[in-house]
Structures are given as C-alpha cells and as structure tokens.
C-alpha cells in the first residue's frame, strides 16, 4: 500500500528513520520516554491491544473491561484493522511469529 500523501515529510521521514534505529527494547523505552508523554504512549500500546484482541475475536465489552479503550477507540482501530494500510495487521502477525518460536 502506497504512503499516506497527508503523512509523508521530512519531519516524518526523520522520525521514522530514528525509530528504525533503535536496537532493542532498553533503546526503545528510554527513547519513546522522551518522545512521547506517558499517556501517549499508553494510548499507542492500549490501541495495539485493542487490535490484537480485536483480531482474536474479543467483543467490545471484553476489549472495554481489559484494556479500558473506549468505544471510539475500538471503533476507531477496528476500522484501520479492516480499511486501513495493513499496518496492525503486518505487526500483529509479526508478533505472534515471534511468540510461535519462544
């Protein structure tokens, strides 16, 4: 799927260019604690498991009681699942390979 035109920048290019420079988690951590606010970032990884359970066949209300997503968000990350670049999809899989070779 082509790039999103309304993302696309040299800001954006940087950022990402510095995300795919992080070698581990460590990096990753002290990294995006810089970057981001804690609840940005809680909000990044709540959307993340709104997506995986959403992918297992979890139901809103199992979704709201675990992660405490609100129905927007589900709404909201159910429809980038369905319509959206793939892109949870690609990590999402990428993540269960991982967990396949533990």
Do not use: W
């Amino acid at each position: 799927m082509p790039t999103n035109p309304k993302l696309k920048d040299d800001l954006t290019d940087q950022l990402f260019r510095s995300i795919l420079l992080l070698e581990n988690q460590e990096e990753c951590y002290q990294f995006f604690e810089d970057i981001c606010t804690v609840s940005e970032l809680k909000s990044l990884a709540q959307r993340m498991e709104v997506a995986r359970m959403l992918r297992a066949g979890h139901t809103y209300d199992d979704i709201v009681d675990k992660t405490g997503a609100s129905t927007a968000t589900i709404s909201r990350v159910k429809r980038c699942l369905h319509y959206g670049a793939d892109g949870y999809k690609f990590m999402l899989e990428r993540l269960e390979g991982q967990e396949d070779h533990k």
